[in-house]
């Protein structure tokens, strides 16, 4: 064995064949001399005498060179005591040795790092993987990974650990109704089981999101529909879920709308002769499409769970289901109702939920961690976003920042890391990372790894689905870990086309346009 280089982050070995003849990339091998032994990951295996001679000039070379075969290598850490350790402190002389870590090294080397939760175990060595449970949960973490990578699999098998603990408080935003059978998990079904009425946004974001109205743009509309929301609701505050009645509040707006003014004048002549003279009002006319927003939009079916007639008493209620720790998971269902309404009641949700531990005494004794699936949809790297948008982004943000301080904590889940919000991602201490093909989400990636672990992600692309490399704070070590099946699996509704295509049958495209008129 010659050694060719040690820098901060890598490690160059010549060898002839017969020395490293089964090394395969991604085995460890340790490189030591008295005091040091450095964990590396082998990342290329070259035939020197296949290289063009120039690029390897004499100076390159710590020991002569006389081997055929190069072996490229990343460090990882160190094994101090025995155990590996992430940090280096220090590195090895010339005078080093290395050889293929075995199997016998690998189990002892992580002899410590059995507690926590066990996703599944490292292919390389056939050894349970655990992750500190503790590390992961009490800072924010991503997975991440293409369509069909695992994700879902990953999350269910994580929820299933989590569901033994007795105490365990998570709160999923499950946009497809993935995990809605869980046995351990409550599913609260948005629209079909469970109504959301508006006045749950607050003022603000109900106008926003459920009307569609740019509050920038509309002046005189807002001024009336504060005016309305006032009258019925003199002590309440725009951003938060005060109750009003949603149809006295529709019925003030059509009489702003349809609204005359006496002017204290009277008709001397005529056939009005003696009635007093009206003219029209400030608004009158002028709320027409708004009132006929408001109408259409409480009529359509597919609304309904809006507009139920629910006092100030359902927030607590609805609360108490959220955040209730009697079961280890709450599946926010929202499968079953129209997704631009499915994303505001996600911000609304996480806003409550925030806010409430903030304002609780023993928020520590209480942690509760939000997973938050499809989370490039709802918290996007994007500044070109709506005034409600922003504010939803802000409520995600300032958990990522200070939400440890009052026990709230992110597990986003997402396809596309690159159009994740940077500042969520950059408060990430643990990432779980699946296969990933696209180059502009391995590079937001590897710009959030600590040093040396960089060159781990690039191998992600053959990945197979459920293989997943664990890395951060909570991980022992950066190795692939196959993830193992969760005994509940998830629904992930993957539509086998080809099947489907074969067994025929005829859509009734008529009955479906129906519904769909009759909304």
Known sequence: MKLVKILNDKVQIRSDYKEFEDVRINDLILVFD???????????????????KE???????????????????????????????????????????????????FAGMLSKYTTGFLLGEYTTYDFPAYVDGNKFFQRHACIVGNTGAGKSETVAKILEQISLLSGANVIVF?????????????????????????????????????????????????????????????????????????VEFVKLMKFLDEEMVATGEYYKSGDRKGEERVTKGDYNGKLTNVVNILLD?????????????????????????ILDNDMPVKNI???????????????????????????????????????????HVYIP???????????????????????????????VASQRPSELNKTIMAQCANFIVGKMNN??????????MPDGSESVINETAMFSPGDVLVI???????????????????????????????????????????????G
């Open 174 to 246: 499950d946009i497809h109704g993935e995990y809605r059978n869980l046995s351990y998990a409550r599913n609260i079904k948005i629209g079909t089981d469970v109504d959301f009425p508006v006045w749950l946004f607050g003022f603000k974001d109900m106008i926003a999101n459920i009307l569609k109205i740019k509050e920038e743009t509309s002046t005189v509309t807002m001024t009336a529909l504060r005016k309305c929301y006032y009258k019925l609701c003199p002590g309440g505050k725009e951003d938060r879920a005060v109750y009003f009645d949603y």
């Open 55 to 105: 690029e390897i000039e004499e100076n390159d070379y710590i020991l002569e060179r006389s081997s055929t075969k190069m072996v490229e290598c990343s460090i990882i850490g160190t094994v101090k005591d025995g155990v590996f350790k992430k940090a280096i402190d220090r590195y090895p002389t010339m005078r080093v040795k290395a050889h293929k870590v075995t199997q016998l090294e």
């Open 333 to 375: 269902d929202l499968s079953e109702i129209p997704h631009d309404v499915a994303i505001p009641i996600i911000g609304t949700i996480t806003k409550l939920v925030y806010e409430i531990q903030r304002n609780s005494k023993d928020c520590a004794e209480h942690p509760v961690t939000l997973i938050c699936d499809e989370a």
């Open 381 to 411: 790297n994007n500044m070109q976003l709506s005034a409600s948008q922003r504010r939803m982004v802000a409520t995600f943000e300032n958990i990522a920042k200070e939400g440890r301080k009052f026990g709230v904590t992110l597990f």
């Open 472 to 518: 951060g704070d909570a991980a022992p070590i950066p190795l692939k870990v196959h993830v193992e099946l969760a005994k509940e699996r998830p629904d992930s509704r993957t539509i086998n086309y080809w099947d489907k295509w074969s067994e025929g049958g005829y859509i009734d495209v008529v009955n479906a346009a129906i519904n769909y008129i009759n």
């Open 439 to 448: 180059e502009n989400d391995k590079s937001m990636i590897k710009g959030m």
């Open 34 to 52: 008295e005091d040091v032994k450095l964990v590396t990951m082998v990342t290329a295996l070259k035939d020197t005498d296949m290289e063009n």
């Open 297 to 321: 939009k409480a009529s359509d079916s597919n609304y309904n769970f809006l507009f139920s007639r629910n006092d100030q008493s359902y927030l607590y209620t609805l609360l108490k289901e």
